[in-house]
């Protein structure tokens, strides 16, 4: 077996903040028409959750798939280790990623230090499972925008 190389935190550090994210799909109305809906905890943007940090946080998130598509779920703003695949602790040289696609029927565990403050998407990187609700935010704690999610709004492109 091979020995795993030095990183900043591992599956047993001791995180600050933890977050489960389950990768769905089901059936719904998007612009008054019938489509497949890629969901996050049974939601579609805009009414996904937002997690919350605070600067200097070490954050771990599950990723779990339960949906029959791969999701290449991709946080700005952030490189993540992955800390797990599937129940079995990752090994050899640490696995540093962005984009991380998780398989139908896939648990992921990834971690990382939320040192960059900001508002930042977090999505999949499949853009018509992000158009059609696979999307949403990490945001860290006092950090605001006067900018409004919707077609309602003025942010152009939306």
């Not at 771990?60 to 695949?85: A, E, W």
């Not at 990752?90 to 139908?104: A, C, Q």
């Not at 960059?116 to 999505?123: F, Q, R, V, Y």
Request: aromatic share 10%; hydrophobic share 35%.
């Amino acid at each position: 077996m091979e020995k795993k190389k030095q990183t900043p935190f591992t599956i047993n550090s001791k995180f600050d903040r933890t977050f489960k994210i389950v990768l769905d799909s089901r059936l719904g109305f998007y612009d008054g028409k019938l489509y497949p809906l890629y969901t996050i905890n049974g939601r579609v943007f805009p009414d996904t959750p937002m997690l919350t940090v605070k600067e200097g946080d070490l954050v771990k998130t599950t990723f779990i798939n339960r949906g029959l598509d791969h999701h290449p779920m991709h946080l700005h703003g952030h490189i993540m280790l992955v800390l797990s695949r599937n129940g079995k602790p990752t090994t050899g040289s640490p696995w540093w990623t962005d984009s991380l696609d998780v398989g139908p029927g896939e648990v992921y565990e990834v971690a990382f230090k939320a040192d960059n403050p900001g508002i930042w998407m977090d999505h999949c990187h499949n853009l018509w499972h992000a158009e059609m609700g696979m999307t949403m935010h990490l945001s860290y704690e006092g950090i605001t925008t006067p900018f409004q999610v919707g077609k309602k709004t003025a942010n152009q492109p939306e």
